[in-house]
């Protein structure tokens, strides 16, 4: 029988250093390969998609498919040499410091780093997000929900199960935390470029470096989640120029999340914590 370890920190792994970056760019290959498989047969279809227009379906339909691509590659790699994995490994558990603490973790992350955005766009006017516009959160109800899903509950989950959870664990065995934190939070800042202003990857960063801190600290990927989540609902918000509906997004959001953590623990229990395992590993 496994042994979970301290709870109160993440979990350690045998994964290899190096890993982390066939990680990251397996992940970014099969996210263009799995954008292709969307938009091919779209093409086949005569959807009209050019180098500087995607119609905002098919866009978000693309952005879905390269975020699952993120977890699956996470968990292939952790698999890489017949290893078991347990969800456990990949910070699927609980915080091991309890919610409490993780909750007064998570408004530390936020404020921070709400206060960190604002006196970077204070400094250097970074410029308007445009990933709503490409995902056509203007153009109808549902649009717009579906967009809100994918950017406040989808991409945060699948982020997080890559970055902290695979990418930081992986390097951490080779450079300490601190170090890890550092490249795994420019590694974070740097794959949003394309759908934020360049200047916006700097404040970035940061939250993917405070994120790995969180992780460790908490050592669950729960927290990570929902600091994530919270920060898009806001980021989302706040471009979308919302006033009631804001916190209705951040309470639906999260409530997406806790029903997300209550069926993998559900998940977890039935199957013994080998959720994850290879057959016959």
Partial sequence: MEVEGDSSRSA????PWWSAFVALVGALVLAAVGGLVVDVPALLLGVKVSSSHTPPGLAIADTFVQDLAFVAVAVYCAHM??????????????????????????????????????????????GKEKLLEQLGSN?????????????????????????????????????????????????????????????????????????CLLYRRSGSLYPCMVAHSINNSVAFSSLEGWGWQAPVLLVAALLALAGLFAASERLGRSGSGTLLARSGA
């Avoid at 007064?104 to 006196?119: H, N």
Wanted: glycine share 14%; aromatic share 12%.
């Fill in 12 to 15: 350690d792994t045998p994964w």
């Fill in 81 to 126: 040499g017949g290893r078991a994995v347990r969800a456990w490994q990949l910070g699927l558990r609980r915080p091991g410091v309890g919610w409490g603490w993780a909750s007064v973790m998570i408004v530390a992350l936020f404020v921070t780093f709400l206060l960190l955005s604002v006196v970077w766009a204070e400094a250097f006017n970074p």
């Fill in 139 to 211: 153009e109808g109800a549902l649009l717009l929900v579906l967009s809100a899903g994918l950017t406040c509950v989808v991409a945060p989950v699948c982020e997080e199960f890559l970055f902290r959870g695979y990418i930081f664990t992986a390097l951490r065995n080779r450079t300490g935390t601190l170090w890890a934190a550092v490249i795994t939070g420019i590694l974070f800042g740097g794959v949003h470029a394309g759908s934020a202003p360049a200047l916006d990857l700097v404040p970035l960063a940061a939250l993917g470096f405070g994120l």
